[in-house]
């Protein structure tokens, strides 16, 4: 049937104005709500809830301040030259962070990643088009690090090509190091878990003329974290950017030497030579990173504590009276430094198990997430919570331990 034919046959049909709109709409657009705001997770059919775990990748890591969305959708809406962009960002954040340099990274693990990059190849383009390497390019190939320093995302440094060289002491140190050694690497979560500190790890590097690197990635607040270790002479530090500081997840910065960062920035679009080229931030990113690192610096810290403590305590307060439960809270030291509670249960007086209890939450109204502690336990945090949300925690919380009560 000829196109015109079924446009006067469906004409003769009843409301055929408004089927001959729907049959010719293509499906998409007559999805599309009309004046109404679309909610994308419900059309999506994608699970929304309130965030009681932390600042966890897999569930898309923070919310992002409302001044960093702004900073977000005007970015949005000019373009610019990204390395101008960067030149000029790096400037103002290495200013806040006490380095010499600084660049809007993918997050902290790219970071590392270029980071390492820059001190292997230094400016040499040619360099730079042979990074992952593995040998016979006469560019440095081994990193040293602590045996308690061992993490997953140290895959960040191996992605260089570079292997890693584990060591115990500072004699160890001293006998790992030879013409191959490019970088000493230390891990901040687990400074404690390592036997040489973050100065002698400094001094260690001076005295050899080998660039020393941190990654602080979750280790703010407390704020000072972000200058205390360019302060201190490590030669490049990165953190995170979606993690407390709520600046957007796909960012982080890279801050360091002069040399370093510059070298680093070989490795990033808009070249594309490279092995950072799949790490690109555009200038969205750029810009809300800044306007994040700018505004936590700025920040009622103590204030913000004081908060997440009064969450902690709301919750902790409905269910710590209940048979067989018992609630701690604690902060952590070293990384996610925030309180955290901890509710636990006797098995004999609540028949659970943590996963039971995950998955009660999560399939409640509204849906809550919780992080799994040790063998009858969960643990609770509130800083990436929304106000008032520590309210039906509690609630849901309560419930299902009474439920489970025997
Ligand atoms: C989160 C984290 C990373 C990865 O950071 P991204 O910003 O997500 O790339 C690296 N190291 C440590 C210790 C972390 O906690």
């Known amino acids: 049937m000829k196109r015109r034919d079924l446009l006067r046959r469906l004409s003769l049909l009843p409301f055929a104005g408004s089927t001959v709109g729907a049959f010719f709409m293509p499906t998409a657009v007559q999805a599309a709500p009309t004046g109404a705001k679309r ?12 965030n009681a775990a932390g600042t966890y990748t897999f569930m898309t890591g923070s919310l992002m301040h409302d001044y960093v969305q702004e900073a977000w959708l005007e970015a949005s809406k000019e373009f610019c030259l990204l390395d101008e962009l960067q030149d000029k960002v790096g400037a103002k954040l290495a200013e806040l962070t006490h380095a010499e340099a600084a660049v809007v990274t993918a997050g902290a693990f790219s970071g590392l990643t270029l ?46 090509g570079c292997t890693m060289v584990a060591v115990e002491n500072i004699a160890d140190v001293e006998k790992a190091i030879n013409e191959k050694t490019a970088m000493l690497f230390f891990v901040n979560i687990l400074a404690n878990s390592g036997k040489i500190s ?3 790890w400094v001094a260690l590097g001076r005295k050899h003329g080998i660039p020393t690197a941190i990654d602080i990635a979750a280790d703010v607040p407390p704020v000072e974290n972000l200058w205390k270790f360019n302060d201190m002479g490590f030669d490049f530090v990165v953190v995170s950017g979606g993690k407390a500081m709520r600046g957007p997840q796909s960012a982080g910065v890279l801050m360091g030497r002069k040399k370093i960062i510059e070298a680093a920035r070989l490795h990033m ?12 931030v555009n200038k969205e990113e750029v810009v809300a990173m800044y306007v994040a690192i700018e505004q936590f610096i700025k920040h009622d810290h103590a204030k913000d504590y004081k908060i997440w ?18 609630t701690n809270v604690t902060t952590p030291e070293l990384g996610n430094v925030t309180p955290t509670l901890e509710v636990s249960w006797k098995e004999d007086l609540v028949k659970m198990k943590p996963k039971d ?46 439920r489970a009560a025997v």
């Open 115 to 160: 980071g390492l990059a820059g001190i292997l190849t230094g400016t040499d383009v040619e360099k730079v088009k042979k990074l992952p390497h593995i040998g016979g390019t006469g560019m440095k190939s081994e990193v040293i690090y602590q045996k308690g320093h061992e993490i997953d995302y140290n895959h960040a440094l191996t992605n260089t």
């Open 309 to 326: 403590g009064e969450r902690i305590a709301h919750i902790e307060n409905a269910v710590k009276g209940l048979p067989g439960v018992s």
């Open 39 to 50: 909610n994308l997770f419900q059309e999506l059919g994608v699970r929304t809830f309130i």
């Open 198 to 200: 973050h100065e002698e």
């Open 357 to 402: 209890l995950q998955e009660r939450l999560r399939n409640g109204q509204p849906s809550i997430e919780v992080a799994g502690g040790k063998e009858n336990s969960v643990n609770i945090t509130a800083w990436v919570m929304k106000a008032g949300e520590e309210k039906i925690v509690a609630r849901r919380l309560k419930e299902e331990l009474s």
């Open 269 to 280: 679009p808009p070249r594309g030579f490279n092995i950072g080229r799949g790490m690109k």
